[in-house]
Structure formats: C-alpha cells, structure tokens
C-alpha cells in the first residue's frame, strides 16, 4: 500500500529527482520525438502526442501519489529525463520507468537515479518487487537491470492498443536490493554502456 509521498523530491550525487512540472515539457517534446531515444518505448511521438503522455506522468502523481520524476541536473537544473513508478490500469504489475535525453545517455545517470528510486520505492511505497519491462533487444537496459540484480522472467503482455509490443519482465525482490545488491561502482561495468 502507498504511503503519503505527494509532491516529493530525492536527490544524488549529481541529480535531483522531482515530480514534472510544467517548465520540462520543451525537453521531454525533444526527447519523445527522437527516433533513435524512443524506439524500444512505442516510437518516436509529435509534439501534441508527447503533451498528452507527458501529461499522463504528472497525472499519476495526483491520482496515485507516486509517478515517474523529472530527472535533472543538481548544478544547473537542466531538465535530463524522467525515472520512477508507473502503474496504469491493466499494466501486469507495477513498473519503474526510465527515459534519458539523448544528449545525457552513457552518462551513468540512469544507473544514480534508479539506484535513489529502488530505496525510495521499496521503503516509502512498500513494493516487494520492482520490475521493468525491457525489449528484448534493449541490451544496454538489460544490463543495467541485471547490474542491480534483476533477474529476467520471462515475457509480458501489455493491454490494447500496446499487445504486440514484446517486452521481458526483469524483476528485482526487496529482499535482492537489501542483501545482495551489487555495488554501484563494478569494476567490470562500463558506466558508457548504460543509458
């Protein structure tokens, strides 16, 4: 069950993560009609489609008390992506979502943000398991996924108009996060080959 997390705000090493605000819509239009960035989350959008899914994700906030952040540039406030919880209705079960500008992939940054939101997600709304569903073509989510140690379950299915989209579940357990986790810093990852 969620707790009351209205309207909250996490912060990293080198990101705050906030709730979307009006202001990040111009990158978030940049980011969803870029082919390239869009193609394993339904394709590339125009502008007046990426307003109404951008609208969605503040939406979630009102209407569940949890939604994916804004993910933004702790120096400059740069608007960089968008990372957190997702459930809509009919989904197979709750999701965290991410998507990174494609001026700030191959950073690291979707490895700090997602490592923030695993301990916000397990702790403030009391998720047992955090999953993502991955193309099965999307190596660089896999393995960031599996850095954190999720493990693949198998494919999923989303309802209409999104059933023929393929995607693996890649799951991660409370349990996992807290006592198995890898570190942040493997030596054998290269921070270039996560988005």
């Known amino acids: 069950m969620a707790r009351k997390t209205f309207m909250t705000a996490l912060e990293t090493t080198r990101l705050v993560l906030r709730p979307p605000q009006r202001q990040d819509f111009e990158r978030y239009a940049e980011l969803m009609a870029d082919e390239a960035a869009c193609r394993f989350i339904g394709g590339a959008r125009g502008r007046h489609e990426a307003w109404r899914t951008f609208l969605q994700l503040g939406g979630s906030w009102f209407l569940q008390a949890f939604g994916p952040f804004s993910v933004l540039d702790k120096t400059s406030g740069r608007w960089l992506g968008y990372a957190g919880p997702w459930h809509p209705q009919g989904w197979p079960c709750p999701e965290v979502i991410y998507a990174l500008h494609p001026a700030h992939q191959g950073q690291g940054l979707a490895r700090e943000a997602l490592a923030a939101l695993a301990d916000w997600v397990f702790t403030q709304l009391g998720w047992e398991n955090?999953?993502?569903?991955?193309?099965?073509?999307?190596?660089?989510?896999?393995?960031?996924?599996?850095?954190?140690?999720?493990?693949?379950?198998?494919?999923?299915?989303?309802?209409?108009?999104?059933?023929?989209?393929?995607?693996?579940?890649?799951?991660?357990?409370?349990?996992?996060?807290?006592?198995?986790?890898?570190?942040?810093?493997?030596?054998?990852?290269?921070?270039?080959?996560?988005?």
């Not at 059933?163 to 990852?189: E, K, N, V």
């Open 130 to 195: 955090i999953s993502h569903f991955i193309h099965p073509e999307n190596i660089a989510s896999q393995r960031l996924a599996a850095h954190f140690g999720a493990q693949n379950q198998g494919p999923g299915q989303l309802p209409a108009p999104w059933q023929a989209m393929p995607f693996d579940i890649w799951r991660l357990s409370r349990q996992r996060w807290r006592g198995d986790r890898l570190p942040l810093a493997h030596p054998m990852d290269d921070p270039r080959a996560f988005a």
